[in-house]
């Protein structure tokens, strides 16, 4: 049993493999949080808690010269508001009095077997039920009518437990909710460092690592979207934890718009993470008999550094998140058109890009941003989800027929959100947009943004895209999203619910992508957001690969690829080979090292082959040869990163280890080569210690124990960015 409750003791506790969470119902029906950390079976971590008067910390009503019970030092699962603990808030409650409060107190629980859903949003799956338990712990407002529904689910094997909350009006009259984070969680002790990903459009998910001062630390977007800025993933780590050592936990909610991590270290040093979505700019009615639920957030723990923390998140993705039949399946070998023709391009010039990279072995081919309405350049067509015929004469299916004649399969860009003033549907439908009243929009790219809250827009979003989806004979879409959302205001809503607008559109981009990814599950789905603004668990759900970022240089990919890699597993990675000097830097990488770098990812071309040498070609060949040949190990292998953070400036060295330790692939980039340098040593991972393993391009032996401890020297590298592949096979 992965839940345990006794009785006696009102103890509650989850075990994962490696780990160990409880928390205690106590006599005043405070639910407390206990512990969390690595596994300890049997243990009541109700001794760690020891109470004094610490002064300016209040006490609750019935304790109220109990000097030394406050709410304000006591770790708990759920805060609740204006009751006593001043540290941040899980959820901040207005009632029709006007009055704010909650002082929540434990009302029972049930345990359920398997995982539980959310409605409208998404959640953690097992397709087994006897892999995951739920535990639902019910807290009651001492003085209205307003519950919560704490979730628990426990997925044993994979050492992770998921949290939400479910916010319950029971009572007559609307509770305004202005804060609904997903979860609390109070660490005691211990000294943690802060570790989140930030970035900006073209450098998305860089690791920062920085100590917790006694103050609040934010990780946080308002932007609508879970943007390149911030992603919604953090990681609170001992300072002296490394790849392979060190205690660390995560938390990774399964949230694509607004979101808000808060790292709080009190005044006695304990540490409160409070996360889920964003409090600014939100207020939701919950009227009688409503219930709000937030999104999920993934928990893990490690007492064996990043590396294993990283596992259990890719595990959990792969095999509990991602529904794509994708995750599985064998992805094509794409090419896209974007950067070779912008959008600039004819049937023509598509089938001509097309015919070449079918002779080397290019599998799908993807046809990008201007195919529709009367998009010449990006200040017009978007939503006019209607063929250009002067680019694509005859509609889509010349172009489709081409493509199979060359045993091409077919993809399309689309950017269902968005909108364009100089657009047929906007001159039909001009309150279909966020905008406040008697008030100017912001634009970003000269677009505005569609009011997805509304079911209207969804439902002619749906028409024109599974329309087309039934109509043509279409493999895969790249679900686009190119700018950040202001003026977030619906004409579809009464003024009092505005505050509900940042959830409610995310709700309504996960409605329409679940309507369509339900319906054409053969269809292979790509997220997008200019490059990686919208790179998270919740959109992962829906789509199996996102775009990492529209920087396709090699060298800034291995450290978006790297920053990535913490939270999210290499087949979420859209990456592509693209034309050198590369259009975002000017940089000038060997075909060979853009490779490496791409084959990290879902492995794809973005130029015009074209115009490569004929010994260019050659390579392109032997490439995607050579990735067919490794794809299944990228795939669905371990990975692991070979380099501390502190090494990343000079080389990026990562493995992909076949589960069952049969074979792995070692990959190295040296960023910056230095005359009479230290040689690169790394050792490998994931191998068996027993077996013999062969080196394949020099049939070399080595034992897998020699090359786990001994580990693998470096010859000397010479050049502009080297890299190499070791592909290491086992012998016996
Ligand atoms: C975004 C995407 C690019 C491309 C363009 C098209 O920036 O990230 O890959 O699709 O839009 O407008």
């Known amino acids: 049993m992965s839940i345990l409750y006794s009785p006696g003791e009102r103890l509650l506790t989850l075990h994962t493999r490696h780990t160990t969470y409880q928390m205690h119902a106590d006599e005043h029906n405070f639910l407390r949080h206990l512990y969390y950390g690595a596994r300890a079976d049997g243990a009541d971590f109700r001794y760690l808690q020891r109470n004094y008067d610490r002064g300016f910390s209040g006490n609750p009503p019935e304790l109220h010269n109990d000097r030394a019970f406050s709410l304000d030092t006591m770790p708990q699962e759920y805060t609740g508001f204006n009751a006593g603990d001043f540290r941040v808030p899980a959820l901040c409650a207005v009632h029709a009095d006007g009055s704010y409060a909650a002082d929540f107190r434990y009302a029972g629980h049930e345990i359920r077997p398997g995982s539980y859903d959310l409605p409208g949003l998404p959640a953690a799956f097992d397709r087994d039920p006897e892999n995951s338990m739920t535990l639902i712990v019910t807290l009651r407002d001492t003085a209205s009518a307003l519950s919560v529904r704490l979730y628990y689910g426990v997925f044993e094997e994979r050492d992770v437990i998921t949290r939400a909350a479910e916010i319950v009006n029971d009572g007559e009259r609307t509770i305004f909710l202005e804060k609904a984070a997903s979860a609390c969680v109070d660490l005691s002790f211990g000294d943690w460092e802060l570790l989140h990903f930030h970035g900006r459009h073209c450098m998305e998910r860089q690791p920062q690592r920085v100590p917790l001062s006694n103050a609040v630390h934010s990780v946080e977007s308002r932007r609508g979207m879970s943007s390149h800025h911030h992603n919604p993933f953090t990681i609170l780590c001992a300072p002296d934890t490394r790849e392979y050592a060190g205690e660390c936990y995560g938390f990774m909610p399964l949230w694509s718009g607004n979101h808000k991590t808060e790292v709080e270290k009190d005044y006695l040093g304990s540490v409160r993470v409070v996360t889920g979505i964003h409090d600014s700019q939100f207020r939701w009615n919950l009227g009688p008999g409503e219930h709000f639920y937030t999104p999920q957030v993934l928990f893990s723990y490690s007492a064996s550094g990043f590396s294993a923390l990283s596992h259990q998140y890719h595990d959990m993705i792969r095999y509990h998140i991602c529904r794509s039949e994708y995750v599985q399946k064998r992805r094509p070998v794409l090419i896209n058109n974007w950067e070779a023709t912008f959008m600039n391009f004819t049937t023509e010039r598509l089938l001509n890009i097309a015919r070449q990279a079918a002779e080397l072995g290019v599998e799908l081919f993807v046809m990008d941003d201007g195919w529709f309405g009367a998009r010449d350049d990006d200040n017009a067509g978007l939503g006019d989800w209607v063929v250009n015929e002067r680019k694509l004469p005859g509609g889509l299916d010349p172009l489709i027929d081409g493509l199979k004649e060359l045993g091409m399969r077919f993809g399309i860009w689309i950017e269902p959100e968005m909108i364009n003033e100089d657009s047929d549907l906007y001159r039909a439908r001009p309150e279909w947009v966020l905008k406040a009243p008697n008030r100017p929009p912001m634009y970003c790219r000269n677009q505005l943004v569609l009011d997805m809250s509304r079911q209207d827009v969804r439902d002619y979003l749906y028409d024109c895209f599974a329309g087309l989806l039934r109509k043509h004979d279409i493999s895969y879409i790249k679900w686009d999203m190119n700018r950040c959302l202001a003026d977030v205001y619906s004409n579809a809503l009464p003024p009092e619910r505005q505050g509900e607008m ?231």
Not at 586 to 607: C, D, I, K, P, Q
Not at 669 to 674: F, G, R, W
Not at 712 to 724: E, I, K, N, Q, R
């Open 502 to 732: 940042t959830y409610r559109y995310v709700l309504g981009v996960y409605d329409l992508i679940g309507r369509l990814t339900r319906e054409f599950p053969h269809v292979l789905f790509e997220g997008c957001a200019g490059g990686g603004g919208r790179f998270d668990a919740g959109m992962l759900y829906y789509t199996p690969q996102i775009w990492c970022s529209d920087d396709t240089d090699a060298i800034e990919r291995l450290d978006i690829q790297h920053g990535t890699s913490f939270g999210y597993p290499p087949f979420t990675m859209g990456a592509h080979v693209s034309v050198c000097p590369n259009q975002q830097t000017g940089r000038s990488t060997t075909f060979y090292t853009r490779g490496v770098v791409a084959m990290s990812g879902t492995f794809g071309y973005e130029l015009d082959l074209n115009r490569l040498s004929s010994s260019e070609k050659d390579e392109v060949r032997l490439q995607i040869a050579y990735f067919k040949k490794v794809q299944s190990l990228i795939q669905n292998g371990v990975y692991y990163r070979l380099n501390e953070l502190d090494e990343q400036e000079r080389y990026c060295a990562w493995e992909f280890a076949a589960p069952d330790a049969s074979e792995a692939l070692v990959n190295l980039v040296v960023k910056h080569v230095q005359a009479n340098a230290p040689l690169i040593h790394i050792r490998l991972r994931g191998l068996d210690p027993d077996a013999t393993y062969t080196l394949e391009d020099t049939q070399e032996r080595y034992s897998g124990a020699a090359l786990m401890n001994g580990g693998y020297t470096f010859p000397m590298f010479w050049g502009d960015y080297p890299s190499v592949q070791l592909r290491f096979l086992r012998a016996d």
